[in-house]
């Protein structure tokens, strides 16, 4: 069985080209692991819920900065809260690292503001 994944991990994963395409992050890129359904229920396939990451920076309580070197990222990113997505587990293609309690807590915050509407 693969190595099992925990909220609050960032991962590089390759994100499907969609079509139509639109404006959602697509490729190889960093992601961060905001739940873990197989760990609320078994699931059929191993999925993951993630928020992809950009090194643009954009302002707002949608758009928690993440700082270079946090949890090994290479350069400041910015977490697109508003993407949040659903990731097949074989998308994976590399750990990065994960953040501590403190550093996923803007995630979490930003995570509430989205779904509390």
């Known amino acids: 069985m693969p ?11 390759d994100l499907p080209y969609r079509t139509p395409a639109g ?21 059929p396939y191993r999925m993951l819920v993630v928020v992809p990451l950009t090194r643009t920076k954009i302002q707002g309580p949608l758009f928690p900065v993440l700082n ?30 994960i953040l501590t309690d403190v550093e996923y807590e803007p995630i979490r915050a930003a995570l509430q503001v989205l779904f509390k509407q």
């Open 3 to 13: 190595p099992s994944f925990t909220v609050g991990q960032i991962l590089w994963a």
């Open 68 to 97: 270079s070197g946090v949890a090994g990222l290479p350069a400041e990113s910015t977490a697109l809260m508003y993407q949040v997505t659903a990731l097949d587990a074989s998308r994976v293609q590399g750990r990065i690292g």
């Open 23 to 43: 404006h959602e992050q697509h490729g190889r890129r960093p992601v961060v692991v905001v739940a873990v359904p197989e760990l609320v229920q078994p699931i």
